[in-house]
């Protein structure tokens, strides 16, 4: 058997709730009370079952329930002597306690909120919340047969502060992750592309002297042929005006990365490495690269520098 405590709440609050938990319409059909016990049709959704409700002398209630096809409780619903239909938002209060938020819309507009214990015991020692209004457990025209079939009572307005709006709040807000009491942030997908992002600009450093020892000339090879042609062709005076600068070569650039940044590990092939850095720089733009057989080095070294920032080449004549 359960004792089931009831408070008034306020409308505002209970408008609050709703907003942010929402709401399922129950429907109820009540038949007049008999030695004590009350029978009822209540319809959820698509669910409808028949309940007997047997009360103590000290309040506790004991409920027996029976599942009915739609249709028949359709049918009972009509012939019942007072109907109630309410909007339910439950709320977890913690330890393991739920509060059952219902305004009434049928037959009459009423808020209340009710919790639900094993025994008086733990009725007694249940610590009211801030946002709880009166307490209506005593009164029988709150009870929710009496309010379907004689209406609903008239409280007045029921005091609202601050101290119970607070209360709502730190009940609807962690939902979304920013609660005050234990509410935490949770990690996006940003921080998993700053790391992506740290990694590739490690193996972005390692790999810019690999490719450019991999593609670069070696000085030896670029000179011999310069000093030939100054040996077989004489030398052609260029007025200054006239004078072609010469094209920005990004070896220097290359060179001063190999000078700053450590040398790269002997022992990896070139190839692993560069594909290595393809491949990171492709996850961390969501365009993981394809498997596919081995390249050679001119077409990795290209693909590389597709990622890269390379100096713009102009030409002057």
């Not at 907003?19 to 030695?35: D, T, V």
């Not at 209360?167 to 609807?172: G, I, N, P, R, T």
Request: proline residues 10%.
């Amino acid at each position: 058997m359960s004792l089931v405590r009831r408070f008034l709440v306020a409308p505002s609050l209970v408008r609050l709730v709703r907003k942010e938990r929402g709401a399922a319409r129950i429907s109820e059909g009540y038949f007049a009370p008999q030695a004590g016990r009350v029978s009822y049709v209540r319809v959820d959704g698509q669910t409808c079952h028949l309940v007997l409700v047997t009360s103590a002398p000290d309040g506790a209630t004991s409920e027996e329930r029976t599942d009915v096809p739609r249709a028949h409780g359709d049918a009972l619903m009509d012939v019942c002597s007072g109907k109630a239909a309410y909007d339910r938002t439950s709320l977890a209060l913690g330890g393991g306690r739920e509060a059952l938020v219902d305004r009434y819309v049928v037959p009459g507009e009423l808020d209340l909120v009710s919790v639900a214990f094993e025994g008086p015991d733990e009725a007694g020692a249940f610590p009211v919340p801030a946002w709880f209004g009166p307490e209506v457990t005593g009164d029988a025209a709150y009870d929710r047969h009496a309010v379907a079939l004689q209406g609903p009572p008239q409280p007045g307005e029921i005091a609202l502060s601050n101290a119970a709006l607070e209360a709502v709040l730190d009940l609807v807000e962690p939902r979304f992750g920013f609660g005050r009491f234990g509410g935490t942030a949770k990690t996006g997908d940003g921080d998993g592309m700053m790391k992506a992002l740290r990694r590739v600009a490690g193996g972005a450093a390692v790999a810019a002297p690999v490719v450019a020892g991999a593609t670069a000339p070696a000085p030896a090879e670029a000179s011999a042929p310069a000093e030939a042609q100054h040996a077989e062709t004489p030398p052609v005076e260029t007025p200054p005006a006239e004078a072609v600068p010469a094209e920005p070569h990004p070896e220097p650039a290359h060179a001063a990365a190999a000078e700053s940044e450590p040398a790269p590990d002997a022992g990896q092939p070139i190839d692993s490495r560069i594909d290595d850095v393809i491949e990171s720089l492709s996850q961390a733009l969501g365009n993981p690269q394809p498997q596919g057989p081995s390249r050679g080095e001119e077409d990795i070294a290209a693909e590389f520098e597709r990622w890269t920032v390379r100096p713009r080449r102009t030409q002057q004549t």
